[in-house]
């Protein structure tokens, strides 16, 4: 009797997470090498390249390779968080991604890595929209399995268009592998079966990123409920959503997989409601924030982290602004900021060289009342910006930043790259031979992620908010097309039609 022929099972990935409120739009050049992710992986190079990293494909790779599924990779791609998908590259990706998968057939089953909060230029769940073109190409009884990002703004297409969504139960990501092997091994065991039943809820609060850390409440607890409500059913997902993308599916949701998710779901969702008050802290503006910094690095023998949130790259910022950078001069504070985006000014301080003095108008252009910093720096160090970040966010990602350079002013440093991606890896610093532990005092933009790999080495973290698109409150965002009622912020006012 022949062998009983291996599941084929068709992978892929195609992230991307939507500030709509953002500066500056995602073309294809932005998923093929423009924003640190690398170029765009087809057939084996996403085996090859993906799975040794912290990505969901990464953990569906290791799940096949188990189950000796007959892997058939397709398309995987990536770009930094910013303003919509263009949709050029949108038609583009989404329609080679789900042509490759069609001329896999026939097959057992699909895995996706996608992101869960992509809004293009003509439509606004770019995720659904895609489930949706690729079950009118393979219909409705290939099983579809996601795996997702924690920030997912899921949408009721979303749901029913996929047999199973599974997110990130880490924030800071660091899960993002096993959430994928979560999600193959849920398809492993459809597999000749039945799909399971599905209980999908929205919150009515939306709630600020800085306030969604797992590491501290009331996201820590949330999580702790979820771990134990999951043991009951199939699968199940919290998903805090992307506080940024102006259309009515955005916020936080709950998913429930298999015989009982309806109860699960519910008892889930008490929960969020009852966490409402916990989600706010205390901001500092930049000022106020260096100051304090200042007094609390006196005698520390680590750092002082100061998350520059709303310019943050990972929401869609284009981490330029030089509010928490002036600050930190008029201060006279010694340091080091990163990541500076200005590829003009990497390429001058490249012409100059190591060791020139240059002067620069470094950064400002992406937020309205804001102004390159005139100043002359000193190029300290040169690199091309290609280097292994091994922290737990980006997981042994190699990163692709472009020409970089290490720039320095007075007692200041700058980690200037010429690609967006949030400072979350101490690397980055590194990579342009600066010490982060060495400083008095780090200016990070980020807001979350870089908790992972620098608060085990800080003396402190403050979250400050220096003038940015990605707003510390999402009550401050120009709101129009929310879905009425939903609160803008945590105990907040209700929106209703764009006159909060």
Known sequence: MPAPRAPRIAIGGFL??????????????????????????????????????NAGVAGAIRVGRAEGWDMVPTLWCAASPSAHVTRAAFERIAGELIDRIAAAGPLDGVFLDLHGAMVCEHLDDGEGALLAALRARIGPDVPVVVSLDLHANVTPQMVAQADLLESYRTYPHVDMAQTG?????????????????KAFLQAPYLSAIAWQSTWAEPARGLYATLEDLAQGVTAMSFNMGFPAADFPDCGMSVLAYGPGADAAARAMMDAVLAAEPQFTGRVYAPGEGVTEALRLARGANLPVVLSDTQDNPGAGANSDTTGMLRAMLAAGAPGAVGNFFDPAAARAAHAAGEGAQIRLALGGRSQPGDSPLEAEFTVERLTDGVFPAPGPFYGGRVLQMGPSASLRLGDLRIALTS???QMADREQFRSLGITPEAERILVVKSSNHFRADFQPHASAVLVCAAPGPMAVSPALLPWTRLRPGIRLEAMGQPFNGGTA
């Open 16 to 53: 991307h997470e939507t500030n709509t409120f953002g500066p500056s739009p995602a073309d294809y050049a932005a998923f093929d090498g423009g924003s640190g992710y690398g170029p765009v992986r087809r057939g084996q190079e996403v085996i090859a390249d993906l799975a040794p990293v």
């Open 181 to 197: 092997a979560r999600a193959a091994q849920a398809l492993a065991g459809m597999l000749g079966g039945a799909r399971p039943e």
């Open 419 to 421: 690609a967006k991606a």
